[in-house]
């Protein structure tokens, strides 16, 4: 059966991610002066200016397994980290933090650098497209475990 938050709801969820990521950073070692809701539907992404960019998934089969959360948060670490040192172009995670989930609040999430937004630019499909073919080509090559969650990308 689905359920539907009602806009309370959401905006309750998101307010609680957003304090669980300030305080996650904050114990990280992160300063934190300026955290900003970049996105919040699967996930809630908060760029917590000046430092990186927490990633807390909030809209999930099994919500309360932080367990099983945080070893595929763990896979998408490890994964990125190894198209990045493949000089795969991927945002890599954030240097600052341990690259590991960090669970704070009932939430589990990973950390990632900001990158701004080139919004004054026009997206290059055919070269994205074309980049995707390469990203699943280089990714049959991964070491690590077999990837259960994003095996359907690889």
């Known amino acids: 059966m689905t359920t539907f938050l009602t806009p ?14 300030v305080a996650a950073g904050c114990e990280l070692g992160l300063t934190v002066t300026e955290p900003t809701v970049l996105h919040d539907v699967f996930s809630v ?4 200016a ?3 960019v927490p990633r807390i998934p909030t809209v999930l089969p099994r ?3 932080l367990a099983a959360i945080a070893r595929r948060q763990q896979d998408e670490l490890d994964v990125t980290r190894w198209l990045a040192d493949q000089m795969i172009p991927v ?3 954030s240097p600052l933090v341990p690259r590991e989930p960090v669970q704070r609040d009932g939430f589990s999430m990973t950390f990632w650098p ?3 937004e080139a919004r004054d630019k026009e997206p290059d499909y055919v070269a994205n497209a074309e980049s995707v073919a390469d990203l699943h080509a ?14 359907a990308a690889a």
Not at 8 to 21: H, L
Not at 45 to 48: A, F, G, S
Not at 138 to 151: I, K, N, T
């Open 91 to 93: 945002i890599a995670p």
């Open 114 to 116: 900001f990158v701004e």
């Open 138 to 151: 280089a990714l049959r090559a991964y070491p690590g475990r077999r990837l259960e969650f994003l095996s």
């Open 50 to 52: 000046p430092s990186p």
């Open 63 to 65: 919500p309360d397994d």
């Open 8 to 21: 309370q709801q959401r905006a309750d969820r998101t307010s609680a991610a957003v304090e669980a990521a």
């Open 45 to 48: 992404v908060v760029h917590l």
